[in-house]
C-alpha cells in the first residue's frame, strides 16, 4: 500500500513539473533565437559605422554582414521596401514559432504598425492624390483594395464594415483618432496565452498613452485647437482628466508640465530640450519613441521567457529598420552624418 501511496505521489509531482514547465518549452525556440539575433542597429557602434559610409551598395554590405539582415536595393525606396518586407517576415515567423495562442497578438502588432501608413493613404485618396504606400496586414490591404476605386461618399461605410467609425464628412483629425481606435482595440482584444496577458495588456496601455500624448503634440503642434476628442481612452498612467487637463494648457510647456508625476516627464522633457537646441521638432516626437522602447525593455525583464521578450524584440527591430531608412535615405540624399545622427533611435 505504501508502495502505491509513493508512486502515486510521484506521479503527481512530476505531472505538476511537466504541467509548469510547459509554457518555458513552447517559448524556450523564439525567446532564443529572438536574444541570440538581438538588435543590433539600436547601438551606437553600429549606427555611428553606418553613418561613415557613402555609398548604398556599401550600406547594404555592412548590414547583410548581421545575422538575419539580406537588404536588397538599388536606391533608398527599394531599401526601404525591402526592409519593410523583412518586419513582415519577422512578425510572421514569430506568429508561427510561438504557441497558437499568441497569433492574435502578432496580427495585432503588424495593423497597429501599418496604421500609419493607413492614414497617409486614406488623406491622399480624400485630396485625389496619388500616394505610393505599402500595406503589411491583411485588414488594411482589404481595407485599401475596396477604398481606392471607391467614391469618398463610400468610405465610411467601408470603415465602418471593418470596425473603425468614421463620420460621412471625413475629418482628417478624426479619420487619424479612428484608425488609432481601431488598431489600439483589435490589440487590447488579441488573445493571448495565460502567462503572456499581463505582458500583453501592459504594453497595450503604454501603448495607449503613448498615442494620447503624440495626439496632444500634434495638437498642439499643428494648432488643431481643442484636441479633447482626440482621446483614445485610458492607459496606464494617463486617465482622462490628466488628458484633459494637458488638452488645456496653452503650449508645449504646458504639456510637459502637466506630465511631471508620471514615468514620462523626464523622457519627454528632455527631448523638448533637444527639439530646441537643434531647431528640430522631430526630436520631442522622438522620445516618445524612446518611451515605448524603454516600456518593452522593462516588459521583457518582467515576462521573460514570453511574450514580454519577444515584444521587446519586435518593438527595437520596428525602429532598427527605421534607423536604417533614415540613413538609407541621408546616404542618396548626401546629408553629414551631423544631419542623420539626431533622427536615430540608440538604445534598447
Not at 521596401?81 to 503588424?110: A, W
Not at 503634440?217 to 494617463?238: P, Q, V
Not at 519577444?310 to 518593438?315: E, G, N, P, Q, T
Request: aromatic share 10%; charged share 30%; proline share 3%.
Amino acid at each position: 500500500m505504501m508502495i502505491y501511496l509513493i508512486i502515486g505521489l510521484s506521479s503527481a509531482i512530476i505531472i505538476a513539473i511537466v504541467y509548469r514547465s510547459v509554457p518555458y518549452i513552447r517559448y524556450a525556440y523564439p525567446t532564443a533565437k529572438a536574444e541570440s539575433i538581438g538588435n543590433p542597429f539600436l547601438t551606437s557602434r553600429s549606427l555611428d559605422q553606418l553613418l561613415e559610409v557613402r555609398s548604398l551598395n556599401s550600406f547594404k554590405s555592412m548590414i547583410n554582414a548581421h545575422k538575419d539582415f539580406e537588404v536588397e536595393g538599388e536606391d533608398a525606396e527599394e531599401i526601404q521596401r525591402s526592409l519593410d518586407q523583412h518586419m513582415l517576415d519577422v512578425i510572421q515567423t514569430l506568429k508561427k514559432e510561438c504557441p497558437k495562442d499568441d497569433r492574435e497578438f502578432f496580427d495585432g502588432f503588424l495593423e497597429y504598425l501599418d496604421g500609419y501608413g493607413f492614414k497617409a493613404f486614406l488623406i491622399s485618396k480624400l485630396e485625389n492624390k496619388e500616394a505610393e504606400i505599402r500595406l503589411l496586414s491583411d485588414n488594411f490591404r482589404r481595407m485599401a483594395g475596396l477604398i481606392r476605386g471607391s467614391d469618398p461618399d463610400k468610405i465610411p461605410g467601408i470603415l465602418k464594415r471593418f470596425g473603425i467609425d468614421v463620420s460621412g464628412d471625413l475629418n482628417p483629425v478624426e479619420i487619424d483618432v479612428g484608425i488609432s481606435k481601431y488598431v489600439l482595440k483589435r490589440l487590447k482584444e488579441a488573445r493571448v496565452s495565460r502567462v503572456s496577458r499581463s505582458a500583453k495588456d501592459e504594453f497595450v496601455d503604454r501603448l495607449v498613452d503613448i498615442e494620447n500624448v503624440r495626439n496632444i503634440l500634434k495638437a498642439k503642434i499643428y494648432g488643431f485647437g481643442n484636441c479633447e476628442g482626440l482621446f483614445l481612452g485610458e492607459g496606464k498612467e494617463i486617465a482622462e482628466w490628466r488628458f484633459r487637463d494637458i488638452c488645456r494648457s496653452r503650449d508645449l510647456e504646458g504639456l510637459i508640465s502637466g506630465l511631471e508625476g508620471t514615468s514620462y516627464h523626464e523622457i519627454i522633457k528632455k527631448g523638448y530640450d533637444d527639439s530646441k537646441r537643434y531647431g528640430n521638432i522631430q526630436l520631442l516626437e522622438k522620445s516618445l519613441d524612446e518611451i515605448l522602447l524603454k516600456e518593452a525593455k522593462d516588459l521583457s525583464i518582467k515576462n521573460f521567457p514570453f511574450l514580454g521578450t519577444l515584444i521587446k524584440f519586435l518593438v527595437s527591430r520596428y525602429f532598427e529598420l527605421r534607423n536604417l531608412k533614415i540613413i538609407a535615405k541621408g546616404i542618396e540624399e548626401g546629408l553629414s552624418k551631423d544631419r542623420i545622427k539626431p533622427l536615430l533611435l540608440v538604445g534598447g
